[in-house]
């Protein structure tokens, strides 16, 4: 017998792996949470039955996520986490000379689950993480902190989903004032070339922010396998380096850091249109 | 009723695209040609049962594929194309001011559906190009003609498949002897991070080059997401462009030229550890 996982994705592209076994399954107030070991990709994290990461290329999202707006800061001191449950993204920023790292993940069966079966993701032991369980819609427009680096690892922004409240104006609006005077942001956003009007909408609540930029990675496990990425700042420009790593790496490099921003022709002009449009209505 | 293609790819992963309706389906010499009309991708043409092209993206396959070895070259007037009977790698070289193109596809079917069912794709009226329907590998044996550029635009070299032989260390060495003194070679590969071994043996073919780089772009079709390509020069260091477009595109751009060559660290890493093991055994 074959074992096939089967994501359905926009309801005209499936994406399928084979399946060795189903290693957990369980259910917490938020979503339902599955984590299958897959021939391909080894094991697959899944939330609500839609891939999140797994072993073989979760390096390659965490790493992008990461290090991108890390090294596009000159210092950054202090780090907000939104999301970022299983441990990966926290993971990278800690191997920055950070001072304080908050991780707000509304769902602690994720972290519990993460914890046993990827442990290769978390530092959960290292004393500058704080570990949150709380909405972060709640956190962030109750608490006075002021961060360097926002980073939003959280799941996609589907309609009625547990994310979808983070990806509206308001949330970025308030993360835009919990942001130091170099603060720089940034979001995983689905690729630009399947639904190309919710990335114009995702891209539309990034508006409060002077600087917005889109950059791109590679992770095969994701339909259409590349990722796009919203950086979005006060003052720093996210494509200048300012520091470089000290640490090793196994995608991210300083050309990486460059060539991520550069778009193909079809990109630039959709953002560029999208952007003309607004100034248009404005 | 909803209609599924389902691609397998290594036994491992399976790509599904839903139908609206099956365009053509014949079988020729070689192999099975289909087209299908699939929601997200528009027209795409299977051959054997694998996804070639789609309406929706081949311009980024085509661009990509022809345009960093043709502005690699300060002056490529004899151009030819193995493979392509698709036209669309012919449609892009013929932007370029060429003087002949030679197109070589051993399957005349492949040619005639396509001019039929995707005629966007082909410029087959230009008086530059001649069709030549044969074995590439005894076409490059047997011409005196020399070339500027070589594009192999081939189906994958999949074991016993018609284009296996096209990937032979011997095939590669004939090529080289055909090209001009600065002249340039590309060609298709997968993508490096699914079958690397399949990759390495492919990439060794190509040693008789003193120059061999590896360049990625986007092709949403295909497994995975992206595609690669293999280029390879006699003297012309193909990351250096020699000219720039003076004419409309809409994924290639100058910038993405050097973007394209840099590979995230564990890529380049591979590549160059494959380089030290022939040292040390050579």
């Known amino acids: ?46 939330l609500d039955g839609i891939a999140q990461l797994s072993e073989k290329d979760e390096f390659m999202y965490h790493e992008m996520l990461v290090h991108v707006p890390m090294f596009s800061h000159p210092n950054p001191e202090k780090v907000l986490i939104i999301g970022g449950g299983d441990g990966g993204a926290s993971r990278e920023v800690l191997k920055h000379p950070v001072k304080e790292v908050t991780l707000v993940d509304i769902d602690e069966g994720v972290i519990e689950v993460c914890q046993r079966y990827f442990s290769q993701l978390g530092r959960w032991d290292d004393p500058r993480l704080t570990v949150l369980i709380e909405d972060a819609c709640q956190y962030i427009s109750s608490t006075s902190e002021v961060f360097d680096v926002i980073i939003m690892d959280s799941t ?4 009625h989903g547990v994310a979808e409240p983070l990806f509206s104006p308001e949330f970025f609006e308030q993360a835009f004032h919990h942001l130091s005077p170099q603060g720089i942001m940034v979001s995983q956003m689905e690729p630009p070339f399947f639904d190309v009007d919710r990335v114009k909408k995702l891209w539309e609540g990034f508006n409060v922010f002077p600087i917005v930029k889109l950059y791109w990675g590679l992770v095969p496990t994701y339909p259409g396998g590349i990722w796009s990425y919203v950086i979005a700042s006060k003052s720093q420009d996210p494509r200048r380096q300012e520091r470089v790593p000290d640490f090793p790496t196994r995608y991210y490099s300083p050309a990486i850091h ?21 100034e248009n209505f404005s």
């Open 156 to 159: 996609d922004p589907l309609p």
């Open 258 to 278: 460059q060539a991520a921003f550069v778009l193909p022709s079809f990109l630039e002009e959709m953002l560029e249109n999208q952007k003309r449009d607004e």
């Open 1 to 46: 017998m074959e074992l096939w996982y089967i994501q359905d994705y926009i309801n005209e592209y499936k994406m399928g792996l084979k399946v060795k076994e189903t290693i957990f399954q369980g259910k917490t107030r938020f979503q339902e949470i599955t984590i299958l070991d897959t021939y391909l990709y080894g094991r697959v994290l899944l």
